[in-house]
């Protein structure tokens, strides 16, 4: 909404009224859709902070659905694989253990993401993630996923 996020009855209001409902929800087919229509040439980089956050690039109960994998010039990092829970969401944290490490590999510099090497980037928050998991005893792990159908950046 223009004034921020919306509430569950903000959003059951919306559809009520006759709003699409894939209009009123994040999902992978119509982020797909919209990513498509609206920057099908231009380089995409995505950090997907969320439980489940997996089955942006994978849904084995129904293949036939797209995916962020259909699109061209991407880069996806989630949080946990389709069918696990990412962790550290507690009442009071501002990041997942996810995101919190994804913030501790950022690069320093000022560069384009165009320039960051992404996949090393990701086997960073990966290991730290599943280290701090082992540490925490989370069972079973969240296992953060990566795809990419973009060129490795040169040095």
């Known amino acids: 909404l223009p004034d921020g996020p ?3 009855w903000e959003i059951l209001g919306s559809y ?3 709003e699409p409902g894939e209009d009123l929800f994040l999902t992978t087919s119509n982020l797909t859709r919209w ?3 609206y920057f099908d040439k231009t380089p995409k ?5 969320a439980c489940y956050s997996g089955g942006f690039l994978e849904n084995p ?3 036939q659905l797209p995916t962020l994998k259909d699109l061209k ?6 949080a ?9 969401c507690q009442p009071g944290t501002s990041h997942t253990l996810f995101g ?6 950022w690069p320093e510099e000022p560069q384009s993401p165009l320039s960051w090497d992404w996949a090393q980037m990701f086997s960073q928050v990966q290991k730290r993630v599943q280290d701090m998991e082992s540490q925490e005893k989370v069972s079973p792990p969240s296992l953060p996923q990566f795809f990419s159908n973009q060129p490795v950046p040169g040095p």
């Open 45 to 49: 980089y995505l950090v997907l902070q």
């Open 35 to 37: 990513l498509k229509k």
């Open 6 to 8: 919306a509430n569950f």
């Open 73 to 78: 010039n991407v880069t996806v990092m989630t």
């Open 100 to 105: 919190g490490t994804f913030l501790t590999v």
């Open 61 to 63: 109960e129904k293949p």
């Open 80 to 88: 946990a694989r389709q069918d696990r829970e990412s962790f550290g």
């Open 16 to 18: 009520r009224s006759g």
